[in-house]
């Protein structure tokens, strides 16, 4: 291996597999969450650790930011940057929040919402879709967001976007690097505080995705600037195989320690590789339908996570039918989340640019 002349950051090229990586991981996420449910002791979980996807992606928004905003804030302001971010996040936001207030009202398989007031599911909508945290609901565990859990990961996406168009593009390199070292530390404290890196998704662990957020997009941010990309021959599959060794490692007694040091290097490492890799002609498609299936299926998928929980609880459901259920639902949430993108989300957002440049 070895690293590529920083003229290749110059044009700008498609990180075809970067964008199949973000596909793995999403879909690692949602097997992750309807495994939760079977096995809320983590450390039973085969995929027990998926939670870390989102600090791969946290990873790789900074790196892709970085490459596409680096060069043309000065020139597009930050007025535009951010119209592109809420236009680019948002419609998915409120889509995620519909369905999170329609399973929350109308789950067919338990759920207590006559427990809250008409006035209080009001206000879980609405911090819903408006990104404000609001952890009230006792029996979700006090998601900072009770109607779309996920969402807690959009809210850190856009403080570090916020940061990035007022502070970090500025800054030097060099600055950039003595933040993400206080980063680091500040990550390895909750680390070992903590005995992991879950948190961020909750009332009681809120600044732990700070921390999260802090280290991983800096990160991703580093990376790009310094031309960090490293040539190899690993491709889409390679690469798909060790991002997907993190997500199954093993639970030990220096649990924080591992997942430590897979969030300060290990991520970092498999960006550099990933932007870097050559790609078969015949997985190219296939990178792309995952690229851009990614971000729909993390926003859709876990209004039917709820669900499924609460099915689990009521007729406990084991071996060949168990699988069975988790399996069609992954196929069922891909083919609704297909369907979020090419009927509401594309075409939402180029309605939305259209009006933004006055077409």
Known sequence: MNVLMPQALQTKQHFTVLDGLRGIAALGVVTYHFMEMVY????????????????????????VIGYAYDDRMEKIGMVEFFKSRIIRLHPLVLLGSILGLLAFLFDPFGGHPGIFSIGKIILLFLSS?????????E????????????AWSLFWEYVANIFYAFILYRLSKKYLLVLAILGAFVLGTVAYNSGSLMGGWAGSN??????????????????????WIIKN??????????????????????????????????????????????IHESLKKLCAFLGKISYPLYMTHYAAIWMFGNYYNTFKPQGIELAFVITMGILLLLGFAYLTMILYDIPLRKYLNSKRIGK
């Open 40 to 63: 809320p002791d983590y450390t039973k979980n085969i995929i027990g650790h998926g939670f870390l996807a989102v600090d791969f992606f946290f990873c790789l928004s900074g790196f």
């Open 129 to 137: 879709a408006l990104l404000i945290p609001f952890p009230i609901i």
């Open 139 to 150: 029996e979700r565990g006090f998601n900072l967001f009770g109607l779309n859990a996920p």
């Open 206 to 227: 809120f600044w732990d995705g700070g921390a999260r957020i802090l280290y991983s997009f800096l990160a991703g941010l580093l990376i790009f600037r310094f031309k």
């Open 233 to 278: 021959k690993l491709g889409f599959i390679g690469l798909s195989i060790l991002l997907s060794l993190t997500l199954v490692m093993p639970f030990f007694q220096y649990n924080w320690l591992s997942e430590l040091l897979v969030v300060l290097f290990y991520f970092p490492l498999l960006i550099a590789l990933g932007a870097g890799t050559s």
